[in-house]
């Protein structure tokens, strides 16, 4: 494991409420999480932050394990003086929220997990995307990351959307989209889920070409009392391809 890295975050909604922290994904910054800002902070305390090697957060070199980034998220809610929060991540985020609910227990009160896999091989696909990233920088795999995270409707219908998101993983740092392809290769979190207490929705997108429906089922199969939900319509970035039917659940997982 590596130091600590205080990372880059923005907060919306009353200082009083109780907090949600958001998890963005391989590949985005903070702002993947704007549509849900709308429906959430006015409710919610929303803390949202850059991962470490992501948007306006350090850039540690070498290989990150999935252990720093949910340290790096419990040193933010640490300086920020909350001790227990809502935590809502997608693919990358969620594997970081799983890892917070399953090593930090009492830090973490309800949890959202979109399109997400608890261990999402090979690992040499993954060592493999690190390697071209470095190589080439992440304008390279910008165009096909995008094409997983939304459907070919959506991008033919919104094409200046899709030029943003490619923009935003072209932005990310090739140091820190590397290093973090090193975390998603090393992760295995099956062993963890039993154990997690949180009540859990897990939320797929019906059209995810990267973490296909038959994952998140098999996380919601094995953390007790976990629901999952299969969104229509929505790949990868399913939170912001079908942003008002994932508010409607976050919300509602969150009411309890």
Partial sequence: MSAVVAVHHREDGPRDALALLLINSLGAD???????LP?????????RYDAR?????????????LADLGRDALDLLDRLGIARAHVCGLSLGAMTA??????????????VLFCTSARLG??????????????????AVAAAVVDRWVTAGYAAAHPEVVGRLRDMVAATPAIGYAGACAAVEQMDLR????????????????DDPATPPAHGAA?????PGARLEVLADAAHLASFEQAATANRLILEALDG
């Fill in 30 to 36: 903070l702002s993947m999480w704007e549509p849900q």
């Fill in 191 to 206: 062993p963890d889920l039993p154990g997690i207490r949180a009540p859990t929705l897990v939320v797929a997108g019906a």
């Fill in 122 to 139: 090979p690992p040499s696909a993954w060592a493999e995307r690190a390697a071209l990233v470095r190589a080439e920088g992440t304008a």
């Fill in 39 to 47: 429906a959430l902070a006015g409710r919610f305390r929303v803390i």
């Fill in 98 to 111: 799983m890892w917070l609910a399953s090593h930090a227990a009492e830090r973490v009160d309800r949890l």
């Fill in 53 to 65: 090697g992501h948007g306006r957060s350090p850039v540690p070199p070498g290989r990150y394990a």
């Fill in 219 to 223: 996380i919601a199969a094995a953390v």
